[in-house]
């Protein structure tokens, strides 16, 4: 069993920075590789970064190099810095890993309105 949990989502002005975190616990000495995904009302859930316990990291294309992926020495929390924030990017953002199924943090909301 993995517990995941997210935090540091907020309301933020367009262009502003928010950095979440995820917090892992558990069976996490076997997890490969964690994930953020995120879900804007309406869409579905899309994935957003990759890393990897070898610290390589995977984007998708319409980070544009405004978010950043990375994890602590103890590998057990994972964060994503974003920056230069658009409204567009108001959604639920989710920590994803497997391990033998898919576990789930349960989302924290990010708002970017002025």
């Known amino acids: 069993q993995v517990q995941l949990v997210e935090s540091g989502g907020g309301l933020v002005q367009p262009g502003g920075s928010l950095r979440l975190s995820c917090a892992a616990s558990?069976?996490?000495?076997?997890?490969?590789?964690m994930d953020w995904y995120r879900q804007a009302p309406g869409k579905q859930r899309e994935l957003i970064a990759t890393?990897?316990?070898?610290?390589?990291?995977n984007y998708a294309e319409f980070v544009e190099g405004r978010f950043t992926i990375s994890t602590n020495n103890a590998r057990n929390t994972v964060y994503l810095q974003m920056n230069s924030l658009k409204p567009e990017y108001t959604a639920l953002y989710y920590c994803?890993?497997?391990?033998?199924?898919?576990?789930w943090g349960q989302g924290t909301q990010v708002t970017v309105s002025s």
């Open positions: 994803h890993t497997f391990h033998w199924r898919d576990y």
């Open positions: 558990g069976s996490i000495v076997s997890i490969n590789a």
């Open positions: 890393i990897t316990t070898g610290h390589s990291t």
